[in-house]
């Protein structure tokens, strides 16, 4: 059974930063890209980050291109997204995904997400 739990988030300052983790299992976590979204009230949830199973390069919302970066750790099956120069735009619900091929097509597994929230 697929489970992603998130972690790290907050309140803090504009110009602050943040590391989120996500720790996953019951799936073969090295073999999988994973993404981070958000979702800020009354917004739909929008990609931020995603991190190949392999080589390859990481990729990113143009809102959050040099502020964030996304990583992992395939030994503790985690994957992280460390925050900087946090925005107040920034103020969202952040949630892990992967997605998988199943016999009846694509399953997206999402975590419950952890509450990041950037005021002065």
């Known amino acids: 059974q697929v489970h992603l739990v998130e972690s790290g988030g907050g309140l803090v300052q504009p110009g602050g930063s943040l590391r989120l983790s996500c720790a996953a299992s019951g799936f073969t976590f090295s073999s999988y890209a994973m993404n981070w979204?958000?979702?800020a009230s009354g917004k739909?949830?929008?990609l931020v980050a995603v991190i190949p199973s392999a080589a390859g390069s990481a990729n990113y919302a143009d809102s959050v291109?040099?502020?964030f970066t996304i990583s992992r750790d395939?030994?503790?099956n985690t994957v992280y997204l460390q925050m900087?120069?946090?925005?107040p735009e920034d103020t969202?619900?952040?949630?892990c995904n992967t997605l998988m091929a199943t016999m009846t097509g694509l399953k997206s597994y999402w975590g419950q997400g952890t509450q990041v929230t950037v005021s002065s």
């Open 37 to 39: 979204y958000r979702q």
């Open 65 to 67: 291109k040099g502020r």
């Open 74 to 76: 395939n030994a503790k």
């Open 92 to 95: 969202a619900v952040y949630y």
């Open 84 to 87: 900087n120069s946090l925005k």
């Open 44 to 46: 739909e949830r929008e």
